[in-house]
């Protein structure tokens, strides 16, 4: 479970979409949007931002914020740090890295978008978003998030 919910402003949507693989609610709002606007929307979630500027002016209206270096392991590692969220892909609550909509498990033979014929033959269970339609499956990009995840975690442990 993500008990945190998030506004993230930063790295082109790159963090906003590990966020919500890892099951937190997070929106993702453009860095060029109004600082107003970026604060609004940040009402009741937390703002992910590298906008130091921004971060002040966050904490003077009461919003909560976190800010993050550049890099995407640094930042995750910090957010697990100071905001709880955890460094494990769980299907079950993982959400839409397009649209942050929670995705449904589902088998082979209800996969109804066109894929390729190997993936489908070599994948029993695959993840699909009933938001925006798109399919995801256990294939070499989750296997290489997994390594991410586990460097993520060494940091995380340097940061205590
Ligand atoms: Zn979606």
């Known amino acids: 479970m993500c008990d945190a919910k998030f506004l993230v402003d930063s790295m082109g949507g790159k963090l906003a979409k590990w966020l919500r693989l890892l099951g937190c609610d997070t929106e993702y709002v453009d860095p060029r949007e109004e600082d107003s606007l970026i ?5 009741g979630r937390i703002l992910v931002t590298r906008d130091r500027e921004l971060v002040k002016r966050a904490i003077n209206y009461g919003i909560k914020v976190v800010n993050v270096p550049e890099r995407l392991e ?7 740090a100071s905001a709880g969220v955890r460094l494990r892909i769980n299907p079950k609550e993982s959400r839409c890295p397009f649209c942050n909509t929670k995705l449904d498990i589902i088998k082979r033979a209800q996969v109804v978008k066109e894929l390729p ?4 033959r070599s994948h029993i269970k695959f993840l699909v ?3 925006c339609g798109n399919v995801f499956w256990f ?5 290489n998030m997994l390594k991410t995840l586990s460097k993520v975690k060494k940091k995380r442990r ?3």
């Open 129 to 131: 978003c009933p938001s």
């Open 39 to 43: 604060l609004r929307s940040s009402i």
């Open 74 to 80: 640094e930042a995750l590692a910090i957010l697990s």
């Open 117 to 120: 014929r190997e993936v489908l």
């Open 139 to 143: 294939g070499t990009h989750y296997w």
């Open 158 to 160: 340097s940061l205590q």
